[in-house]
């Protein structure tokens, strides 16, 4: 087992929120309340009733195993781009500078137009790189990277009506978000890799929200107030939300960035289906916005310039290069 084994989830410790008054309009207050709660207390969320088709994330997640058991020299054919686009192998990712390497792989996309055009506007999104002979894999990707950054949308508007802000707050400059997708795939950890390796190291995610699609394998914990580790099992027909790393900062801190790690020993290979959202890269993030009358506040900052420091800090190609 790992070092920091997990405690047995409480009933109601990570919050389930039925978004679908939110989605269509009938009660988005009340969602937005519950969101904002949520999201100051811990930080992680469950919605249900978010729109995607159980069916199709079904789908998707054993086309992206197809993909993810082709030989190495198949996967490297679309291996990292300097744009942050395509398969990163076991070991690419360090999520802090004392941590050791982690146990995935994944494969990382943007958002493309119907001929396949991309923006290529910052040095973290670009052309998407597809795998040869799966025309499968693009189409069950970019209907997961629109249908989750919808989701993303719905739940931006109630942070920002919890807030007491203009729903639109979070999406003014949104027309071509920095959004970012990825298939993450963990293999089962075997116990003679010892205490120290997980799947993803504990960590914070880097940008505004991220939407989280889970098998049900399991392995997702989340570290509470008090430093313990509790796991966020799988939900049939939920979705898992985070807040991330600018949100947080963009509130202030009012909203909660909580660490999270994977740990897979379940014996069973392990697929999630990922959105990180983000806003357009010239977005100011400043939470004098938010709290004007605060004086705590971190210094403004661009999205773009934020994660770019970020995928610095963390992806061993991007130090390479």
């Known amino acids: 087992m790992n070092d920091s084994t997990a405690d047995v989830i409480e009933a109601g410790r990570v919050p389930v ?10 009660g988005e207050l009340a969602v937005a309340e519950a969101l904002h709660r949520a999201s100051h207390e811990i930080g992680f969320i469950y919605v249900s009733n978010h729109g995607i088709d159980t069916t199709f994330l079904a789908d998707a997640r054993e086309t992206a195993l197809s993909f993810f058991r082709r030989s ?3 996967k490297q054919e679309v291996s990292i781009s ?3 686009r395509g398969y990163l192998k076991i070991g690419a990712a360090r999520m802090q500078d004392d941590a050791r390497p982690d146990l995935k792989e994944s494969f990382v996309w943007g958002y493309e137009d119907a001929d396949g055009r991309t923006p290529d506007d910052h040095a973290l999104r670009g052309a998407n790189r597809w795998p040869s002979g799966m025309p499968e894999m693009r189409t069950a990707a970019m209907r997961f990277f629109t249908e989750a950054e919808g989701v993303a949308k719905h739940l931006l508007r109630g942070f920002a009506m919890g807030l007491g802000l203009d729903q639109q707050f979070f999406l003014r400059s949104s027309t071509q978000p920095m959004s970012r997708a990825s298939f993450t795939y963990y293999p089962h950890q075997i116990a003679s890799l010892g205490d120290r390796q997980c799947g993803v190291s504990p960590h ?3 940008g505004v929200l991220t939407v989280l699609c889970q098998d049900d394998v399991g392995g997702l914990q989340v570290q509470d107030a008090g430093g313990n580790w509790v ?6 027909g939920t979705l898992v939300i ?3 790393d600018l949100l947080a900062r963009w509130t202030n801190g009012h909203y909660r960035s909580t660490p999270h790690r994977v740990i897979n020993e379940s ?5 999630s289906l990922v959105l990180a959202f983000d806003p357009d890269p010239s977005t100011v993030v400043d939470s004098r916005q938010v709290f004007p009358n605060q004086t705590d ?15 610095a800090k963390s992806f061993d190609y991007r130090k390479r290069d």
């Open 204 to 206: 914070t995610d880097f």
């Open 17 to 26: 929120i039925d978004i679908a008054p939110l989605c269509d309009g009938s």
């Open 82 to 84: 300097a744009k942050h």
């Open 267 to 271: 014996g069973r290979e392990r697929l």
């Open 242 to 244: 985070n807040v991330g």
């Open 297 to 311: 506040c971190a210094e403004p900052i661009t999205c773009g310039d934020y994660l770019e420091w970020r995928f």
């Open 72 to 74: 190495a020299q198949d």
């Open 231 to 236: 796991p966020a099992p799988p939900i049939p």
